[in-house]
């Protein structure tokens, strides 16, 4: 298997604009994280789903970012409208169960918001 | 105070050396996640314990419910050790909280 695949890993864009991150997880994984990793803060659980349901968005932000799971294997992190408080290293992490199971991460987008 | 917290935040060893790194918590947890980031950014989970010890190579986990502390150790460090190492507790709530993490420097 390839892992934990995300695209793009190098987005820059300019303020106000909408920010698609995409990833794709390890095939039989059930579980999908959305990370933020920034100086200030370090690493942010930002949501997670189980079986394509979102079980704790509770460190999402705010309504600017949403995220889905269209199937099993795919997930979208959306930001609109994006703002330079953005620009972070966005990862994503699979496992088979949320708080049992070893999490594999992909290799991160890093955002620019400019 | 936080949730999660980590020391020494950072360290410097000579290859060779036997490391330590603490995690403390406040919080009743259901499992604690020790990850590496290399320098590059890349991120690897090391360990998952709920309980007792682990061991993989030269890493070796240890966790004490009762005292809500976890210890990494690194024996005969490398310089391909060098890296930053979170902690990362599952609370009871099934809400994950990091620490700070420790920056390692194994220096030849």
């Known amino acids: 298997d390839a892992g934990v695949i995300q695209s793009p890993r190098h987005e820059v864009t300019e303020m106000g604009q909408e920010v698609t991150l995409r990833c794709k997880l390890i095939?039989?994984?059930?579980?999908l994280f959305w990370y933020r990793q920034t100086m200030m803060r370090g690493l942010e659980l930002l949501i997670y789903?189980?079986?394509?349901?979102?079980?704790?968005d509770s460190g999402m932000p705010e309504d600017r970012f949403s995220a889905k799971m269209p199937n099993a294997s795919f997930s979208t992190l959306k930001i609109q409208p994006s703002e330079p408080r953005d620009s972070a290293v966005y990862f994503c992490?699979?496992?088979?169960?949320?708080?049992?199971?070893?999490?594999?991460f992909g290799p991160g987008t890093r955002l620019t918001v400019l | 105070k936080n949730e999660v917290e980590q020391s020494p935040q950072n360290l410097t060893a000579q290859e060779g050396e036997f490391i330590t790194i603490n995690c403390s918590y406040s919080?009743?947890?259901?499992?604690l996640h020790w990850l590496q980031q290399h320098p590059g950014g890349g991120i690897v989970s090391l360990f998952m314990?709920?309980?007792g010890k682990k061991k993989h190579g030269r890493l070796i986990a240890t966790i004490n419910i009762q005292e809500k502390h976890s210890s990494l150790h690194i024996t005969a460090s490398h310089p391909r050790d060098s890296a930053v190492y979170i902690c990362a507790v599952w609370t009871s709530g099934s809400r994950l909280t990091f620490g700070e993490g420790t920056q390692l420097t194994v220096n030849p």
């Open positions: 919080v009743g947890i259901s499992a």
């Open positions: 789903f189980n079986n394509n349901v979102p079980i704790d």
């Open positions: 095939s039989g994984h059930n579980s």
């Open positions: 314990l709920s309980s």
């Open positions: 992490a699979s496992s088979f169960r949320p708080s049992t199971d070893t999490q594999y």
